[in-house]
């Protein structure tokens, strides 16, 4: 069974950074994409960012110029790294891993951030 394990959630004040981690079991060379999308109370699921196998990368519109998104094809991991947060930035963050064929998706259990004005 494929694992995804994400670490590095916590509480930071207003214009602060944290640095989120995510790992995978599923072997490197099936995963098309890894990425985080983020989830605030009463509001939907939305995209953060995301990195394709061949380093492409898309932000969400709120994130772009203070969160860049990297990975380590050698360990299937994928990080994140934030700058600037604010309290808009507060929601449970959520791995996402993408095969590429047969094409599915593994979510990982989510990890809180939480930011303080």
């Known amino acids: 069974q494929v694992q995804v394990v994400e670490s590095g959630g916590g509480l930071v004040q207003a214009g602060g950074s944290l640095r989120l981690s995510c790992a995978t079991s599923e072997r490197i060379f099936r995963i098309s994409a890894m990425g985080w999308y983020r989830q605030a109370p009463g509001k939907q699921r939305e995209l953060v960012a995301e990195?394709?196998?061949?380093?492409?990368?898309v932000y969400g519109d709120s994130v772009k110029g203070r969160f860049t998104i990297s990975r380590d094809n050698a360990k299937a991991t994928v990080y994140l790294q934030m700058n600037s947060l604010n309290p808009e930035d507060t929601a449970v963050y959520y791995c996402h891993v993408e095969r590429g064929y047969p094409r599915y998706e593994y979510w990982g259990q989510g990890t809180q951030v939480t930011v303080s004005s």
């Open positions: 990195i394709t196998s061949g380093g492409s990368t």
